[in-house]
């Protein structure tokens, strides 16, 4: 009979996991050379995932899981209350970026390639729509916080979240900082207007 599975052992499996990929990438992914990068057998990782479909889904909740944790620690973006608490909705706009951009790069390439993967086709499964659905969701709720009618928090949090997702890989590419600052700033200013 085999072991039950243990979940903080799969979490701590999935921040190694993590970290592997930000580093690596995910385009060539085999379980192989990433259990022998992270010092255990195949079989430790398909005893926590079934197979490499159920390991990419893992990740891609996992770290949208640690992205959600962390934005809940920015200014005005918990939604267990309903209501904002100071900060403009412009300026949550900025912090994100800023930590995403000083302290969560990797992770912001990490998630741009898996993305991009699949749109290409290269990667299939519900998982990437499922975690794009959940993201315009949460961003929403902020929306709704910070005053923005129900009708529309959805639809432009989907507009935010595209300008923002397009400015991260504007910035990965070209890297160029000031152009693509002025352009988040106008974007924040955009989104304060939501709220008046």
Known sequence: MARPRDPQRRTELLDAIVDYLAEHG???LSLRPLAKALGHSTY????????KDELISAV??????????????????????????????????????????????????LLHEIEGLSAAGRLTGPYVPRMLGDRAGFVAGVLRAHGVPEEVALRNATLLNAAYAGLQIDYLTTGDTDRVEAALNALADLADTWTR
Do not use: Y
């Open 44 to 51: 430790v990782l398909t005893h926590h995932f079934a197979g």
């Open 26 to 28: 995910i385009a060539q």
């Open 60 to 109: 891609l909740a996992h770290l949208d899981q640690r992205q959600k944790t962390r934005l809940r620690t920015l200014p005005d973006t918990s939604t267990a209350t309903g209501t904002a608490t100071g900060s403009s909705l412009g300026d949550v706009v900025r912090a994100s970026w800023a930590w995403h951009i000083n302290e969560d790069l990797p992770m912001v390439r």
